[in-house]
């Protein structure tokens, strides 16, 4: 009997933990300022910024991965809420920063690589026009 008290002690705790660190909100998301970012900027700064500027050109995107929100999206937090809506498959933690970009909100998504240090970059991404309602979906093609 003690035996399962403790088993429960032990378990309990443990699964709190694990639903903290999954619960990645808004607020939690670096942001990130890539305007500007020319060849004079610091190389950590281009080197995340560096694919940022795809979302000006409307051909870059995976229309099979596109989604539609049921309302124009006007702030970076109603964004992210609806993106998290619309795209369930990618867990909160696939996230690390964000941008406003040229009339975009930009989601940096981890491509699942190697190591998660491209997770503060934009190499993969999930964006939206400001005040647009459909969310396009980028990944490098090699």
């Known amino acids: 009997m003690i035996k399962y008290i403790l088993l429960i002690f032990i378990i309990?705790?443990?699964?709190?933990?694990?639903?903290?660190?999954?619960?990645l909100t808004f607020n939690?998301?670096?942001k990130v300022n890539c305007q500007g970012v020319n060849e004079n900027s610091s190389q950590k700064k281009q080197l995340q910024c560096?694919?940022?500027?795809?979302?000006?050109d409307s051909i870059?995107?995976?229309?099979?991965?596109?989604?539609?929100?049921?309302?124009?999206?006007t702030s970076p937090k109603m964004a992210w809420e609806a993106l998290r809506k619309l795209y369930p498959e990618y867990g909160q933690k696939e996230f690390g920063c964000w941008t406003e970009?040229?009339?975009y909100y930009v989601f940096s998504l981890d491509c699942?690589?190697?190591?998660?240090?491209?997770?503060?970059?934009?190499?993969c991404m999930i964006y939206i026009p400001i005040g647009g309602d459909e969310f396009w979906y980028f990944v490098p093609r090699t």
């Not at 870059?60 to 999206?73: K, L």
């Open 12 to 23: 309990i705790p443990s699964a709190l933990i694990a639903q903290k660190t999954d619960s």
């Open 28 to 30: 939690d998301l670096k």
């Open 50 to 56: 560096l694919l940022v500027d795809v979302v000006e």
């Open 60 to 73: 870059n995107y995976f229309p099979s991965m596109s989604r539609t929100n049921d309302s124009p999206i």
């Open 101 to 103: 970009f040229s009339g």
């Open 112 to 123: 699942g690589g190697p190591d998660n240090r491209s997770k503060s970059a934009f190499l």
